[in-house]
């Protein structure tokens, strides 16, 4: 496909590492002259330098030959006016606009028509949703959910002393009551599709598909206490704190807000009058202390900086705070958290970049095309969903006959109302969900191509 990616910042190079491993023909476009160069050197990709919400700019960069344009520079107002003036110079345009400011939420939803707009996303928001997720579920990592939220993909990690260490796969029942699948686990920074004879060890994060109603009786067999959080302490007052504020509040939990900047501080008073914000170092650990860091439910580290975001969520591990969620930017630090005891780690623009890829998948192939992609075991796997139809092959046999292409797990299926961790007998038929667990990222387009 060829695709246009307006804005080279941190967005922009994740969706040119994703979708060049893809295959797409891709073009980007930005102001800064070394930021190309540098994406020229690794990437197989075609570069224009200019601004890219201008005509000139745009017909040098192939705009009228281009299926889909992608503006995700920092100004929301240069991704309006880059799709609009793209959707001019090509009605059949694609366009997705990264848009971040929340004053400008209704009048995008209200004028969508009038910018040419297919979709837009929103990273904070995006961030601020799946941490309002996790802190739902105490004692996961992470969440992902599919079939309309009857089937989730957990992440978990297995310390010294939980009752899943060294225990095999084929034994698990015994300990969870509760029929689950583990679908990969990573060990020492490597994902494995384990089979029934795979020991899980101390230090293993794995991940589990059970039926969403199975989650609360998962944590409570493996001894993990659950209760509702009442308190969540946030660190860093950013846009994802503004959305993450006004979730919670809904939710009933009180919010404590720690900012160095004051005016932003004025700014989320204003906006957030049920919350407690206070002008401070999240840094300082006088600060935390004198905030009750170790009286709250949770702590979530927002900050700009995510050494700072680290080492606020190493703190909060010491002081024992039930949950800790830590938001990170740059794809080296997320390896290097998976080492260090920092909870649940979010990076909004791997979620950003996710949502948008899945967009792209689904223009490639409308039919059977992948409803929802979720990258799972810190990128080496991919959790696929997609819709049976009646032109799917093997409807209604027995798993147990299909053959699946290698590395390919099928790892859900929701009929109806109901979800199951398939078996040997499932059969699965037109109408179902599937959840598919794949190594070889960027290999399913279709649910077609599970079959060997």
Do not use: W
């Amino acid at each position: 496909m060829n695709i246009i990616i307006a804005g080279g910042g941190k967005v922009g190079a994740t969706l040119v590492r994703q979708l060049s491993a893809e295959g797409h023909d891709l073009t980007l476009i930005d102001l800064n002259k070394s930021i190309l160069e540098g994406t020229i050197e690794t990437y197989d990709v075609m570069a224009t330098e200019g601004n890219c919400a201008s005509m000139p700019t745009l017909l040098r960069a192939g705009v009228k030959e281009a299926e889909l344009l992608i503006a995700v520079t920092d100004q929301d107002e240069v991704n309006l006016l880059c799709c609009m003036t793209a959707h001019n110079l090509n009605p059949k345009l694609h366009t997705i606009a990264r848009i971040r400011d929340p004053e400008y939420t209704e009048q995008i939803f209200q004028m969508r028509q009038s910018f040419g707009l297919s979709l837009t996303v929103n990273p904070e928001k995006q961030a601020a949703v799946e941490i309002e997720r996790l802190l739902k579920y105490p004692g996961f990592l992470r969440r992902d959910t599919f079939a309309n939220g009857r089937t989730e993909i957990v992440e978990l990690r297995i310390d010294e002393g939980s009752s899943l260490c060294n225990t095999a796969l084929s034994d698990i029942y015994r300990t969870l009551k509760t029929r689950v699948l583990i679908c990969a686990v990573l060990r020492g920074g490597t994902a494995h599709a384990p089979k029934g004879d795979f020991v899980l060890r101390s230090g293993d994060r794995i991940f589990v598909t059970a039926p969403t109603h199975s989650l609360t009786q998962l944590l409570k067999n493996l001894g993990i206490i659950t209760r509702r959080v009442r308190r969540v302490l946030l660190c860093g007052g950013d846009r994802i704190c503004f959305y993450l504020a006004q979730l919670l509040e809904k939710d009933g939990i009180a919010v404590q807000i720690i900012e160095n900047d004051p005016q932003r501080c004025r700014e989320l008073a204003t906006l957030l009058p049920e919350a407690s914000v206070v002008y401070g170092d999240c840094c300082d650990r006088t600060e935390l202390e004198n905030e009750g860091i170790a009286d709250c439910d949770a702590v979530v580290s927002l900050t700009g900086i995510d050494e700072m975001n680290m080492i606020i969520s190493l703190y909060a591990s010491s002081r024992e705070v039930r949950q800790v969620i830590t938001k990170l930017g740059r794809q080296e630090n997320i390896q290097l958290a998976n080492s260090i005891s920092i909870g649940s780690v979010i990076c909004s623009r791997e979620l950003c970049s996710n949502n948008i890829v899945r967009y792209v998948r689904a223009m490639q192939n409308q039919h059977g095309a992948a409803i929802s992609v979720h990258s799972i075991a810190d990128g080496q796997a991919e959790a696929v969903e997609f819709t049976v139809t009646a032109d799917t092959p093997n409807c209604g046999k027995p798993l147990k006959e299909i053959r699946l292409k290698s590395g390919v797990l099928i790892a859900s299926i929701a009929h109806g109302s109901a979800a199951q961790v398939p078996g040997g007998d499932s059969r699965f038929v037109p109408g179902d969900t599937l959840v598919v667990v794949t190594g070889d990222r960027g290999s399913l387009k279709t649910l077609n191509d599970i079959f060997a």
